[in-house]
């Protein structure tokens, strides 16, 4: 992460959102706050439920505010209908507080698609940002042990515009988040040959590769599910579609292979004695594969930091996200990318635009009125 300084950060929080409800919520922020002493929370939620539960942590007296929000955003509710009748949520209030500046980020691990779809509302997009994406970490053999994929789920489609958008979006968080100053951006494909995939993943790559100066980036061309694990590429862009089902298979391996090694490793006595000789290796891939300390998918292109933790999340996975959204905040991530995207919009359209002119080229008027005519 990038110099650290002695700056309080205040971490607007979505206390009714996720599977485990509340006290999950508040056990994570306290975790968090008896690990920095910087942080501050605006817990957002029903206040006779906040009340008691933040009373029950005495480590968070005099750091957190309540702000009473009587309803709450159901994993089952469309985004539409938050839209309509969402103003008195608790995940609407957190927003609004990150809008108005009374916090520096927010978090939640309520329902995505609602959860986007007000953050737009709410925050607003990033002038030169079309659509926006959610970046999330996977763990990695590079330098610093992790790799950004985006997007993961924010929209199921993306031109060659929009994944050229992802990919400034994306160095610029992973800059931010590990102090890379020229992160190595890759675009994913069926293969890594120039002439495999669709048109417009092909344009992507050029505009991905001319951008590349203009967004302090260094792009190695296309990669595949392979190389998500790899050491020779930093953030990969591609689809949200494609993103959300590579993120959800990563996450369905790695359970499958922590079962089975459970499973193995008690099968016997002697698989016993096994695992206990191999406690420590055992013990430090766990804590690399374990999905809470990953936990936080940051949606960029919005006018303000939001993390969004895993629905399922427990205080340790809040936590994670609490800790990510602290971060990014800290080191001014926010504006930085601001004016990064502002900076190229305007040359990044005009190559667009030129390339699409290239693609659909004007009608042959005299054709055309002799069509008419017939």
Known sequence: MTQASSQQITISVDAMGGDAGPSAVVEGCALSLSRNGLLRFILHGDEAILVP??????????????HHSPDVVRMDDKPSQVMRRGKNT????????????????????GNTGALMAVAMLRLRK???????????????????????????????????????????????????????????VGLL???????????????????????????????????????FASAHVDVIVTDGF????????????????????????????????????????????????????????????????????????????????IKLAFRLAQSGFQDRMAERLASVAETVQERVLSAKDMRDPQPDLETDAQVDKT
């Open 53 to 66: 539960l933040v009373q029950a942590h005495a480590g968070l007296e005099g750091q957190v505010r309540i």
């Open 90 to 109: 608790s995940m609407w209030s957190a927003l609004t507080s990150v809008r108005d500046g009374d916090a520096q980020a927010a978090v939640s691990c």
């Open 126 to 184: 990033l002038n030169g940002v079309s659509r926006p994406a959610i970046a999330c970490l996977w763990p990695s053999r590079g330098e610093s042990g992790y790799n950004t994929l985006l997007d993961v789920g924010a929209d199921v489609r993306a031109d060659e515009e929009s994944l050229l958008q992802y990919a400034l979006m994306g160095a610029a968080y992973y800059r931010n988040a590990f102090d890379a100053p020229v992160p190595r």
């Open 189 to 227: 494909n069926v293969g890594t040959e120039d002439h495999k995939g669709r048109a417009e993943i092909k344009e992507a790559a050029r505009l991905i590769a001319e951008a590349a100066p203009l967004g302090r980036y260094e792009y190695v061309g296309f990669v595949e599910g392979s190389d």
């Open 242 to 321: 494609t993103g959300n089902v590579a993120l959800k298979t990563g996450e369905g391996t790695a359970k499958l292979v922590a079962e089975t090694l459970r499973e193995e490793f008690t099968a016997s006595l002697l698989s016993k004695l096994g695992a206990l000789a191999a406690t420590g290796p055992l013990q430090r891939l766990k804590k690399r594969m374990d999905p809470r300390r990953m936990n936080g998918g940051v949606f960029l292109g919005l006018n303000g930091t939001v993390v969004k933790s895993h629905g399922s999340a427990d205080a340790t996975g809040v936590s994670a996200a």
